[in-house]
């Protein structure tokens, strides 16, 4: 069992650089593959970046690659997102997931087992 609680989120002017947290509970935090997701009024929920059990591997939507940096410190038990370059569009609530061991099906919402309550960045124009 894992709980998740996403921290970090706010409002941001465009160009502007936010960074997320979340905070994980366990000490097999290390064994999950780990995803951002985000969803925006009246729209579905969206793949932003996921990263593999050890960190090694990250993974990227067209819409975030190059401006975000997913990373984890798994001694921590602590998800990061490094949002740069931020764009209005960008804004959402922003969605910490767990899945066991792997990053295959990394933008599949229902293969994500543990989710986060969310938090809110707004990026303003």
């Known amino acids: 069992q894992v709980q998740l609680v996403e921290s970090g989120g706010g409002l941001v002017q465009a160009g502007g650089s936010l960074s997320l947290s979340c905070a994980a509970s366990g000490r097999t935090f290390g064994t999950y593959a780990m995803g951002w997701f985000r969803q925006a009024p009246g729209k579905e929920r969206e793949f932003v970046a996921a990263i593999n059990w050890s960190g090694y591997s990250t993974y990227y939507a067209d819409s975030v690659k190059g401006r975000f940096t997913i990373s984890r410190d798994n001694a921590k038990n602590t998800l990061y997102l490094q949002m740069n370059s931020l764009k209005p569009e960008d804004t959402a609530v922003y969605y910490c997931?767990?899945?066991?061991?792997?990053?295959?099906?990394?933008?599949?919402?229902?293969?994500?087992?543990?989710w986060g309550q969310g938090t809110q960045v707004t990026v303003s124009s």
């Open positions: 997931a767990a899945q066991y061991g792997s990053t295959r099906y990394r933008e599949v919402i229902s293969a994500y087992k543990y």
